[in-house]
């Protein structure tokens, strides 16, 4: 809790409607899974590893699932990161700079739209 303390003081300010805990998204529909926090359109996934060094491709994907998932842009998240709870580290993108690092070519909402008719086509294939 104390490393805690600095890292999260400023969200700790923020209304209780912009503080949200395990949030759904439009796309949970499509891919059971729920986020740690969003926090003033800052979504946070929380990480308890001893080695940070070794988060990859596997949680950075994780992470850009949650985002694309807000299909409708219900959580207007503009910022994007991980909290490393063993450290007391929080590591911050914004979501520009987080979709342009690994490459991205195309805008969020394009993004998003592409997921959730891949997962929808996908998912009646396997009805079929």
């Given amino acids: 809790m104390n490393l805690a303390e600095k890292p999260f003081a400023p969200l700790r300010?923020?209304?209780?409607?912009?503080?949200?805990?395990?949030?759904?998204?439009?796309?949970s529909t499509d891919v059971h899974a729920d986020a740690d926090f969003i926090t003033?359109?800052?979504?946070?996934?929380?990480?308890?590893?001893?080695?940070?060094?070794r988060l990859g491709r596997e949680e950075v994907q994780q992470l850009a699932g949650y985002l694309l998932r807000d299909y409708d842009n219900q959580y207007d998240i503009h910022d994007i990161g991980f909290y490393l709870a063993r450290q007391g580290t929080l590591i911050r993108w914004s979501v520009p700079e987080f979709l342009i690092t690994p490459g991205a070519r195309t805008t969020l909402p394009q993004l998003r739209t592409a997921l959730r008719e891949d997962l929808r086509?996908?998912?009646?294939?396997?009805?079929?």
């Fill in 13 to 27: 300010d923020l209304r209780a409607h912009q503080r949200v805990c395990g949030p759904t998204f439009t796309g």
């Fill in 121 to 128: 086509a996908t998912r009646s294939s396997k009805r079929s």
């Fill in 40 to 53: 003033g359109g800052f979504l946070i996934d929380c990480k308890a590893v001893t080695r940070p060094h």
